[in-house]
């Protein structure tokens, strides 16, 4: 409760600097909206600037947010021209979507580490890191891209762009959502899996040198009682940070990825969001991912004391 009680003024700061910072950029949406209107008079953008509330000072811009926030009242979007979470809702699920089937990709690496620890500088263990090393190294735009060139225009075997096939219905709908997932969740999983893997790797070689792994040892137990009992549980402390502090993308999605492959989520939303100086739309993601990271820190906190019966909180 005192962590949740704290959480209320650090999002309010939180959204007073993204507010801050959003309006010092130049322009705002009225001049996005009216740069295509020929003829537009300077009467008629003041009249438009004062309809919003954009010719007041800032300070009472961010007032007049926080009242309508408190309501539930996210704002309206001047670019999709609609109620901001009308906008959202549909491209949370698609987020959903794309970010699920990534980390169930993604915590394949905790396998693939514990694997590597098993058998250290064996071949195993030397192909598995050189791997992760490579995959880890790669950016996601360009890692995007080469996957669009080889497997989209070149072999032609993945679609590269949108969720589905316009036209599919029912179950050919969602074997089309599953194909065009491919790539994406490629991009997205591979470097994580890799960071996956390398932390279970060295956090298990780190337990395993530990006086009770060699005890167990002595003691009779069987490879998998001292592997996954005895050395992964105490192992997994640092890897719980990681993927709690990764679950916020589940919603938030990533911008890059989503933006290369036109995937119609938070992440393309937020792109858009951007170049079109959409405040309201921008600071509702913000609000988002900050209530996210701030649960799901909390979340990881919980989980460790489970881990390590030795954390308590007082």
Not at 276 to 293: H, K, P, V
Request: hydrophobic letters at 50%; a positive charge.
């Amino acid at each position: 409760m005192k962590r949740v009680l704290q959480a209320i003024p650090l999002i309010l700061i939180i959204l007073s600097l993204n507010f801050v910072i959003m309006h010092l950029a130049p322009g705002d949406p009225v001049d996005f909206l009216i740069s295509g209107l020929e003829g537009a008079t300077l009467g008629y953008v003041k009249m438009i600037k004062e309809k919003y509330g954009f010719n007041k000072p800032i300070y009472e811009q961010f007032i007049i947010y926080i009242s309508k926030l408190i309501k539930g009242d996210f704002g309206y979007s001047f670019y999709f021209h609609q109620p901001v979470m009308k906008v959202l809702l549909p491209r949370i699920r698609n987020t959903l979507i794309l970010t699920s089937t990534s980390m169930l990709v993604e915590l394949t690496g905790i396998i693939l580490g514990i694997i590597a620890s098993k058998k250290v500088y064996s071949l195993t263990d030397n192909v598995i890191t050189i791997s992760s090393l490579i995959t880890f190294n790669m950016p996601y735009f360009w890692l995007a891209i080469m996957f669009m060139l080889i497997f989209g225009l070149y072999l032609k075997i993945f679609p590269i762009t949108g969720m589905f096939t316009i036209g599919t219905t029912g179950f050919q709908k969602n074997i089309s959502i599953l194909w065009h997932l491919v790539l994406p969740v490629a991009c997205l999983s591979l470097g994580r899996l890799a960071l996956y893997t390398r932390y279970t790797r060295a956090s298990m070689l780190e337990i395993l040198r530990l006086d009770y792994i060699t005890t167990a040892w002595a003691k009779g137990c069987d490879e998998k009682t001292v592997l996954y009992k005895h050395a992964f549980r105490n192992a997994l402390i640092p890897i719980v940070t990681i993927i709690a502090l990764r679950m916020r993308l589940l919603f938030t999605g990533a911008v890059l990825v989503e933006t290369v492959f036109a995937w119609p989520g938070l992440g393309r939303a937020v792109y858009d969001a951007i170049l079109r100086r959409d405040y309201n739309l921008l600071m509702a993601n913000f609000l988002i991912l900050s209530i996210l990271t701030i649960v799901f820190n909390l979340l990881a906190d919980i989980i460790y004391a489970y881990v390590d019966p030795r954390v308590r909180y007082k």
